[in-house]
């Protein structure tokens, strides 16, 4: 059974930085394609970024945080990472991390199989 637990999390200001984390609890994490969801208060959960499985040599992200967040994976430590710079109010939300091996790169949440329990960021003005 996959497990994916997300820290990093927190408060910070407007302009700030936070790296969040997500630990997946499996035998091979490099042929897991990995992603990063959010959703904020009252609002239906969205795509922020994905990474491809193996090296991850692609990524891909939401252009609400295209230049602003970078996604990056260890398969050595079984993590993702994503990197939140110039972070501003609006990017408040829970952030979830999630895993798929059917295929080398996804972007919607129908194609993600684990979900992590997610991991609150708020940005203060």
């Known amino acids: 059974q996959v497990q994916l637990v997300e820290s990093g999390g927190g408060l910070v200001q407007a302009g700030g930085s936070l790296r969040v984390s997500c630990a997946a609890s499996?035998?091979?994490?490099?042929?897991?394609?990995m992603g990063w969801f959010r959703q904020a208060p009252g609002k239906d959960r969205e795509f922020v970024a994905a990474i491809s499985w193996r090296s991850g040599s692609s990524t891909v992200y939401a252009d609400s945080v295209k230049g602003r967040f970078t996604i990056s994976r260890d398969n050595a430590k079984n993590t993702v990472y994503l990197q939140m710079n110039s972070l501003k109010p609006e990017d408040t939300a829970v952030y979830y991390c999630a895993a798929d091996r059917t295929r080398s790169l996804a972007t919607t949440q129908r194609e993600y199989s684990h979900w992590g329990q997610g991991t609150q960021v708020t940005v203060s003005s």
């Open positions: 499996v035998r091979t994490f490099s042929i897991y394609a």
